[in-house]
Nanobody, 125 residues
């Protein structure tokens, strides 16, 4: 059974850092991209970042390039998102996700295979 469990969210001041963790199990990492979507107020979820063991690729949305870093410890079945230089506009619920398609992870949140329940990140100004 696929399980995705996020942790690490919280309240930080602008310019601060957080590290999100996704405990992700029940699938083969070589076959699934694993990463993060955000949901600000409203119904839509937007792709933030992913890592894909199958081709050793990573992706970052333009809004987080240079500030966020995704990594994985496959021995621990955990994917991390290091979030630095946080801005108030980063405030959102962050969801861990896994999908066989990197295109889905970039552009089509509605097609994602598996979701975690989310962790709230709040950045104060």
């Amino acid at each position: 059974e696929v399980q995705l469990v996020e942790s690490g969210g919280g309240l930080v001041q602008a310019g601060g850092s957080l590290r999100l963790s996704c405990s992700a199990s029940g699938f083969t990492y070589a076959d699934y991209a694993v990463g993060w979507f955000l949901q600000a107020p409203g119904p839509s979820r937007e792709g933030v970042s992913y890592i894909y063991r199958g081709d050793m690729s990573t992706y970052y949305a333009d809004s987080v390039k240079g500030r966020f870093t995704i990594s994985a410890d496959y021995a621990k079945s955990t994917v991390y998102l290091q979030m630095n230089s946080l801005k108030p506009e980063d405030t959102a619920v962050y969801f861990c996700a896994a999908d066989r398609s990197i295109m889905t992870m970039r552009f089509n949140s509605g097609g994602v295979d598996y979701w975690g329940k989310g962790t709230l990140v709040t950045v104060s100004s």
